[in-house]
């Protein structure tokens, strides 16, 4: 079946640098992508839509400029947390649908990523 | 505003018991809907979704387009059902539209 690949599944990293997240659609070709964040047991937060060749749609509330995302194939979309601060440490999941499906089909979830920021 | 509510953060059976996670939407049109599932340590993954009337892991979801729901049930709870479940109708069509997320309930099935 349909895989998203989602790396590193664990980053730490020191205040004011910047980290990049990959979601990779294994074996099937996604024109959308999601990106959501997930606080300790609270739901997903859904903070961007990524499109593959034009920018990304973000959600109220979300700074573009904080989380930049890139859909620059059709098999995978990069978030890059600029300038990471303590308040960022968050888990990060993304989400994939096949292009080629109905629009019906289901989302592809990729394992998350834990990002600590000390 | 297109809402999903599920009004319970934590539902709590024992084993053996019926269950049913509760899933409320208003908006117009007709919804495509999903429940999903996270089991501890592992990716979210779609548990069932309307269109296909399946019952998957004995859980089944009708939706009532009276009452705006769809409830997830199964009529004996196992203790490797506990885990978090989310409700998320989609309601514009195409590829490219967001599902709009239930907060999620947390489902503990106790032996």
């Known amino acids: 079946g349909a895989v998203v690949s989602q790396h590193p599944s664990r980053v730490i990293c020191k205040s004011g640098t910047s980290v990049k997240i990959e979601c990779r659609s294994l074996?099937?070709?996604?024109?959308?992508m999601f990106w959501y964040r997930q606080f300790p047991k609270q739901s997903l937060m859904l903070m961007a839509t990524s499109n593959e060749g034009s920018k990304a749609t973000y959600e109220q509330g979300v700074e573009k400029d904080k989380f930049l995302i890139n859909h620059a194939s059709l098999t995978l979309s990069t978030l890059t947390v600029t300038s990471a601060h303590p308040e960022d440490s968050s888990f990060y999941i993304c989400?994939?649908?096949?292009?080629?499906?109905?629009?019906?089909?289901?989302?592809?979830f990729g394992n998350g990523t834990r990002l600590t920021v000390t | 505003a297109q809402r999903v509510t599920q009004p319970e953060k934590l539902l709590s059976v024992f084993k053996g018991a019926p269950v049913e996670l509760k899933c409320n939407y208003s908006?117009?049109?007709?919804?495509?809907l999903f429940w999903y599932v996270q089991y501890s340590r592992q990716r979210l993954q779609l548990l069932l979704r309307?269109?296909?009337?399946?019952s998957i892991k004995g859980f089944t979801a009708d939706l009532n387009k009276g009452e705006t729901s769809f409830h997830l049930k199964k009529p004996f709870a196992q203790e490797e059902d506990s885990a978090m479940y989310y409700c998320?109708?989609?309601?514009?069509?195409?590829?490219?539209?967001?599902?709009?997320w239930g907060l999620g309930t947390s489902l503990a099935v106790n032996p």
């Open positions: 908006y117009s049109g007709s919804p495509e």
């Open positions: 989400s994939a649908r096949d292009g080629v499906s109905s629009y019906n089909s289901p989302l592809h």
């Open positions: 074996d099937f070709q996604a024109t959308t």
């Open positions: 309307h269109i296909s009337r399946e």
């Open positions: 998320a109708p989609s309601p514009h069509p195409g590829n490219n539209r967001k599902l709009i």
